[in-house]
């Protein structure tokens, strides 16, 4: 809930100065990126979509969860101890996240379609991923997967443990940061890429490399620009991501971010005149 509300204050600031990402050819969005990819694609105004994450915390259907990142990481480390490689890894945490008890799976799915403006895939490419509960496999769905909006977007923000796995078609998914907090690689082969990162880590896989994996793949033929939280923000989300009191915070820390990044993003995005 934190990185949602910490994107949208990047993304607005920088469509207030003018340099406007919602722009973008492709979005990829990862657990809270696939929320915000589906808010920025929708055509709502940015600035309507700050102003829910500025709301106080109770005027939201969102609920809080207890979560530890750093006790996640530990007892996440020692489920994948001796796992053979990345896929077997990812199936390890897919197998507990489907034998935790969890809120129902329709409970969740209410909250995660109160968060989306619109129900229908955007005409622009959008790209959601999630992980196959069972086989560790990467998911990316688009307009043209046949999967619901709410279903993909259920399947990519659902934390393993702490949330359902999401089920779509006859399979049920995980947090798509099961693979990669950006999986930004699935951005290869264009020119310029920015990546707004809540976290750059492994996220919910021990043996991920996260991001630093991915910027090999994209550096020799892209123009990258990554975007994460400073001290300040850091501050503002605080040490668990899914309370929504941190909502209003963690979007001003954003926002002030965008502002001061205006200059940075300006000088490798094209103007919308270019595109």
């Known amino acids: ?36 990819a589906v808010q920025a694609t929708s055509g709502i105004g940015l ?28 007892a996440l480390t020692k489920l994948t101890e001796g ?8 199936a390890r945490i897919g197998a507990m996240a489907l034998a935790a008890h969890t809120v129902p799976e329709a409970e969740r799915m209410r909250t995660i379609q109160a968060r989306l403006p619109v129900d229908t895939w955007p005409a622009r490419r ?35 443990g702490i949330w359902p796995p999401a089920t779509v078609g006859r399979r049920r ?12 690689d699935l951005a290869l082969g264009h020119d310029v890429v920015v ?9 919910l896989n021990p043996a991920s490399q996260g991001l630093a994996g991915e910027m090999p793949l994209l550096r020799p033929h892209s123009q990258v620009l990554v975007i994460t ?20 915070a963690s979007a001003r820390q954003g926002r002030r971010q965008g502002m001061a990044l205006t200059g940075t993003v300006r000088n490798i995005w094209p103007a919308a005149t270019d595109r």
Request: a negative charge; glycine letters at 10%.
């Open 1 to 36: 809930m934190t990185g949602i509300a910490w994107e949208l204050g990047v993304l607005q600031a920088l469509q207030e100065t003018g340099v406007d990402l919602t722009g973008a050819d492709l979005v990829v969005g990862t657990s809270a990126g696939s929320v915000v």
């Open 47 to 74: 600035h309507h979509l700050l102003a829910d994450q500025l709301a106080p915390a109770g005027a939201s259907q969102e609920v809080k969860a207890v979560f530890d990142p750093q006790h996640a990481a530990a």
């Open 83 to 90: 796992a053979h490689d990345e896929r077997e890894t990812r």
């Open 126 to 160: 959008l790209l959601i991923t999630a992980v196959d509960a069972q086989t560790g496999d990467l998911a990316v769905w688009d307009g043209t997967s046949g999967v619901p909006l709410a279903s993909a977007v259920a399947a990519s923000c659902a934390v393993p």
């Open 173 to 184: 998914y995980v947090d798509g940061s099961v693979r990669s907090t950006t999986n930004a």
């Open 195 to 203: 990546v707004l990162a809540p976290d750059t880590g492994p996220g």
């Open 229 to 248: 939280p400073d001290d300040a923000a850091l501050d503002a989300i605080g040490p668990n991501p899914l309370d929504p009191a941190r909502r209003p």
